[in-house]
């Protein structure tokens, strides 16, 4: 018996409707497997244990800012590295009786973060007792007009903007070091499951009036994207009404907050203050800013792709078009905006690498294990 063999017949051509579906379905398979690739790899590494370091034998009397928030997410940050790094710490801040603290605790060395608050007189008592004073400076350049008056008072003075070193040391100071902040992993990781911000770009940060006049000519574009800003002052940009909730005005986040938002974003904006502005800052002799703020440190633990404003000393802790990268112009941070946000691998791939680089060597621990070298060796 001969079997007839029947073609058959040709598929019916999809309509527009159909064909659209399909490409919708397509393009959310590949949008979903780019970001559980990236949330899977960041929580390979997120999950590795950080380097250990040596636990010193000394007693740490750490001075807080007593500013509240948001330095109370600095003190923190530096409250835990002391814990893991030294066998006993005392915790009080500047509006306490420091010279009968000391006297009830004995302590090695006094750490004090900021100071700008803390009465000088305390200082020389607890020095000539044999307590080694040390101080970090968080706000440099922008306040050196208070600094100026206060470093000369310390044994050791630790700032995060490199510019000012010789400043220091020019007014006598002999142990001067450079020393910027860092992240908190306790505070700044990665959304490892399904976040629940879903951003294309982001910006947290005050309105310096240098971010409002940085922003207001990209804004029409920049907002075209899904672009959230979120920070005090931003009342001060005119067209801030026009985008509604996406700018978020006098809205402080909280560092777990703000790292969720950072990690549910494809691009985060850095966008560093001015070391020139008449109304925030303090800073007479102009002295320039070269150094990375904290910020930097903190987007890149989040395991997002950082656009940071060109800084002169950046590139001596994140490799610039490997691990981060820069702009100086807002006609080359939207160009580049658009690069990242068209090449995925590439965007997906500076985020993981700027993520592993900065566990390796920008946490606070590792910070904190610098600072004590400088005292202890």
Same mark, same amino acid.
């Given at each position: 018996?001969?079997?007839?063999?029947?073609?058959?017949?040709?598929p019916m051509p999809r309509t527009p409707a159909e064909e659209e579906k399909l490409r919708g379905?397509?393009?959310?398979?590949?949008?979903?497997?780019?970001?559980?690739?990236?949330?899977?790899?960041?929580?390979?590494?997120?999950?590795?244990?950080?380097?250990?370091?040596?636990?010193?034998?000394?007693?740490?009397?750490?001075?807080?800012?007593?500013?509240?928030? *948001?330095?109370?997410?600095?003190?923190?940050?530096?409250?835990?590295?002391?814990?893991?790094?030294?066998?006993?710490?005392?915790?009080?801040?500047?509006?306490?009786?420091?010279?009968?603290?000391? +006297?009830?605790?004995?302590?090695?060395?006094?750490?004090?973060?900021?100071?700008?608050?803390?009465?000088?007189?305390?200082?020389?008592?607890?020095?000539?007792?044999?307590?080694? +004073?040390?101080?970090?400076?968080?706000?440099?350049?922008?306040?050196?007009?208070? +600094?100026?008056?206060?470093?000369?008072?310390?044994?050791?003075?630790?700032?995060?903007?490199?510019?000012?070193?010789?400043?220091?040391?020019?007014?006598?100071?002999?142990?001067?070091?450079?020393?910027?902040?860092?992240?908190?992993?306790?505070?700044?990781?990665?959304?490892?499951?399904?976040?629940?911000?879903?951003?294309?770009?982001?910006?947290?940060?005050?309105?310096?009036?240098?971010?409002?006049?940085?922003?207001?000519?990209?804004?029409?574009?920049?907002?075209?994207?899904?672009?959230?800003?979120?920070?005090?002052?931003?009342?001060?940009?005119?067209?801030?009404?026009?985008?509604?909730?996406?700018?978020e005005v006098g809205k402080w986040m909280s560092p777990q907050e703000t790292a969720t938002t950072?990690?549910?974003?494809?691009?985060?904006?850095?966008?560093?203050?001015?070391?020139?502005?008449?109304?925030?800052?303090?800073?007479?002799?102009?002295?320039?800013?070269?150094?990375?703020?904290?910020?930097?440190?903190?987007?890149?633990?989040?395991?997002?792709?950082?656009?940071?404003?060109?800084?002169?000393?950046?590139?001596?802790?994140?490799?610039?078009?490997?691990?981060?990268? +820069?702009?100086?112009? *807002?006609?080359?941070?939207?160009?580049?905006?658009?690069?990242?946000?068209?090449?995925?691998?590439?965007?997906?791939?500076?985020?993981?690498?700027?993520?592993?680089?900065?566990?390796?060597?920008?946490?606070?621990?590792?910070?904190?294990?610098?600072?004590?070298?400088?005292?202890?060796?």
């Amino acid at each position: 018996m001969k079997t007839e063999f029947i073609m058959p017949a040709p598929p019916m051509p999809r309509t527009p409707a159909e064909e659209e579906k399909l490409r919708g379905r397509l393009t959310g398979f590949k949008v979903g497997y780019d970001e559980g690739y990236l949330r899977g790899r960041l929580a390979i590494l997120d999950g590795r244990p950080e380097e250990p370091l040596p636990v010193r034998k000394i007693h740490v009397m750490y001075v807080a800012s007593g500013k509240g928030y *948001p330095y109370s997410p600095l003190d923190d940050a530096v409250l835990y590295a002391l814990q893991k790094l030294t066998v006993q710490v005392t915790v009080t801040d500047v509006r306490k009786d420091l010279i009968e603290l000391a +006297t009830a605790q004995c302590p090695d060395l006094m750490l004090v973060l900021d100071g700008l608050d803390l009465p000088l007189e305390q200082l020389s008592v607890l020095r000539s007792r044999g307590i080694k +004073t040390a101080i970090w400076l968080t706000d440099d350049p922008y306040y050196t007009d208070f +600094t100026m008056k206060i470093v000369t008072h310390y044994d050791y003075v630790f700032t995060l903007e490199r510019n000012c070193v010789e400043i220091y040391r020019g007014l006598g100071c002999t142990e001067v070091h450079y020393l910027p902040f860092a992240a908190h992993r306790e505070h700044y990781r990665p959304t490892i499951g399904r976040s629940p911000v879903c951003r294309d770009i982001s910006f947290i940060g005050s309105a310096y009036w240098n971010r409002i006049e940085f922003f207001r000519n990209i804004m029409p574009e920049l907002m075209s994207y899904n672009t959230v800003i979120n920070g005090i002052w931003w009342d001060r940009l005119p067209e801030a009404p026009l985008y509604g909730e996406r700018i978020e005005v006098g809205k402080w986040m909280s560092p777990q907050e703000t790292a969720t938002t950072y990690s549910g974003s494809k691009i985060v904006i850095n966008l560093h203050r001015s070391h020139v502005d008449e109304d925030a800052n303090n800073n007479a002799l102009v002295i320039p800013a070269a150094s990375p703020n904290p910020r930097t440190f903190e987007i890149a633990a989040s395991g997002t792709l950082q656009l940071s404003d060109a800084r002169d000393d950046m590139g001596s802790f994140y490799k610039i078009g490997e691990e981060i990268d +820069t702009f100086s112009s *807002p006609l080359e941070l939207m160009e580049k905006v658009h690069y990242y946000l068209t090449h995925e691998e590439e965007r997906r791939e500076m985020a993981l690498r700027a993520f592993e680089r900065t566990l390796k060597d920008h946490t606070y621990t590792k910070r904190l294990n610098q600072l004590l070298n400088v005292i202890y060796g």
